[in-house]
Each structure stands twice: as C-alpha cells, then as structure tokens.
T-cell receptor, first 112, second 113 residues
Framework: QQPVQSPQAVILREGEDAVINCSSSKALYSVHWYRQKHGEAPVFLMILLKGGEQKGHEKISASFNEKKQQSSLYLTASQLSYSGTYFC?????????????FGKGTRLSVIA | SQTIHQWPATLVQPVGSPLSLECTVE??????LYWYRQAAGRGLQLLFYSVGIGQISSEVPQNLSASRPQDRQFILSSKKLLLSDSGFYLC????????????FGEGSRLTVL
C-alpha cells in the first residue's frame, strides 16, 4: 500500500527550513528518501531502518518513528539546489525482497 | 562499478503500435530489477519487478508485460499501446533484501499519440 506524503507542495525562500512527512498504514522495515529533478531520474538521499534511527547528510536529515510508522525529512537552511520532488519509499516488514513502494511525492520549490 | 542503462531515451509512438524498452545492468550479478512509470506530475508507480531470470511479478494489470531473458536484462513490452501508456518509464535495480539503495536508469520518455 502506498505511503502518504505531506505536504503535496511547498515553496520556500533560500535559508528557510522545511519538513516533509511520510506515513504508512503498514508496519515498516525501512524508509527510503529520494529527490528527483525535473526530467531526471530520482537520486538516493538516505535509508532509515526500523529501530527509530535518525540520519543526516549535510543540511538534510531524517527520522523514522517505527511505532507511528512515520518518517520525516528535514531540510535546513534550504538552498536553490534543493528544489525538486521528494519521494519516500517504504518496505514493509512482511517479507524479504519486497519492492519499494513510493508515495506521490512532495514538490519543493526554493526561490531566491 | 555498477551501471544501469535503458533505451531508447525518448520515443513517440502511435496508438496501437508495439513497444519495447530495454534495460541492462553491469557490474553486479543477480540483481532485483524493477520497472516504474511516472505519469506527468505524478508519483512513481511500480509496474513489474523480478528477483531472477524468468521470474516476473506484476503490480498493476494492464496491457504491458515484462521479461527477464538474462540475469542483467529487463524488458518492458506492449503489443498495442494506449494513450494512457504515455509517461516516463524508469528501470531500477538493487541487491536483494530489504535494505540497500535503489539505483535508477536515465529513464525513457514515451509519448503515445
């Protein structure tokens, strides 16, 4: 079942922060985050595994609350290069080799 | 290092014509392979995935089919295209298991007229 992302779209000025949420109705094993620029393939950002971990990469970090089956992506001090569509993908606990199911995406626009 | 290629990058096809999109992975063995479709302004919809040669799982019943004739080759086909088949098709691979990054190909943009 497809995870639900919110918000659907957000506009930021450079330097502002944003949070993108991803929630699932299924028990999750992992949550993946990707960013896609217009006309290009999605690019991997990070994976979070069950255990409630939090990861960070420069000014982009994420958390995973397995009890709530939710993950949040945090973008701090946004830059123009952060613009794009962000997708979360989830893998449920049920079995191995389960394909990644993506949410509908959150379109982020950073303006000067 | 591992690479993934898909072709053609762009194609325009009339309604009712056949389709064949190819994807190959290099530098790894026994990868899990996936076909996703992205309609304009929409999310990533999983179409097919394969965990081995000749093993295809379909997520969305439609007029598309997939085949895996070799370990690192994944083909998406249609006998008769519909207008609704237009979109951006992405092939992807990853190693088996629930962890690990999904690597995407460059994508194939299909316009059905």
């Amino acid at each position: 079942q497809q995870p639900v992302q919110s918000p659907q779209a957000v506009i930021l000025r450079e330097g502002e922060d944003a949070v993108i949420n991803c929630s699932s109705s299924k028990a999750l094993y992992s949550v993946h985050w990707y960013r896609q620029k217009h006309g290009e393939a999605p690019v991997f950002l990070m994976i979070l595994l069950k255990g409630g971990e939090q990861k960070g990469h420069e000014k982009i970090s994420a958390s995973f609350n397995e009890k709530k089956q939710q993950s949040s992506l945090y973008l701090t001090a946004s830059q123009l290069s952060y613009s794009g569509t962000y997708f979360c993908g989830t893998v449920s606990i049920s079995s191995g080799n389960t394909p990644l199911v993506f949410g509908k995406g959150t379109r982020l626009s950073v303006i000067a | 290092s591992q690479t993934i290629h898909q072709w053609p990058a762009t194609l325009v096809q009339p309604v009712g014509s056949p389709l064949s999109l190819e994807c190959t992975v290099e530098g790894t063995s026994n990868p899990n392979l996936y076909w996703y479709r992205q309609a304009a302004g929409r999310g990533l919809q999983l179409l097919f995935y394969s965990v081995g040669i000749g093993q295809i799982s379909s997520e969305v019943p439609q007029n598309l089919s997939a085949s895996r004739p070799q370990d690192r080759q994944f083909i998406l086909s249609s006998k008769k295209l519909l207008l609704s088949d237009s979109g951006f098709y992405l092939c992807a691979w990853k190693q088996g298991g629930n962890t690990g990054e999904l690597f995407f190909g460059e994508g194939s943009r299909l316009t059905v007229l």
